[in-house]
């Protein structure tokens, strides 16, 4: 009975997470998107630095698999920012750069990045939650 009304009490909890990590990252979205939207700014000068804290990220990711130590709190945030920038370079990418047929293309790259970002607010919260 008891393990019954913890098993309720989790799945309420983990949705409860879900639903803060869907809203967070359509804030985020949503709010760099008007950025670059508004300002029109390009930034196309971000590449180098996405280029190379991606790589940062999967040696990171590498070496923890390697090494075995885990990921923490830390970690997802860094790659948190590391998509908001993807955000704000793909979004000012698709506007100033991509014709018009390449819709599904620029759909692709974007919803690639969201999702990224998606997964580490959840890794954030999830391990938020844990302390």
């Keep these: 009975h008891d393990a019954l009304r913890s098993g309720v009490l ?8 879900l639903m803060q990590a ?16 508004l300002t029109r700014k390009d930034f196309s000068f971000l590449r180098g ?3 190379i804290g991606s790589f940062a990220v999967l040696g990171v990711i590498l070496a923890s698999m390697l090494f075995g130590f885990s ?16 955000i704000l370079y793909e979004t000012s ?10 819709h599904v293309a620029a759909a692709l790259m974007l919803f690639s990045t969201i999702a990224t970002l998606f997964w580490y607010v959840l890794q954030l919260l999830m391990q938020l939650n844990r302390r």
């Design 22 to 37: 869907v809203v967070i990252t359509l804030t985020i979205f949503v709010g760099l998107t008007l950025t670059v939207f």
């Design 71 to 86: 990921l923490g709190a830390l970690f997802c945030g860094a790659v948190i920012l590391l998509m908001a920038g993807y």
């Design 10 to 17: 989790l799945s309420g909890q983990a949705s409860a997470i």
């Design 49 to 51: 630095i996405l280029t």
């Design 93 to 102: 990418l698709v506007m100033s750069h991509f014709p018009p047929t390449a």
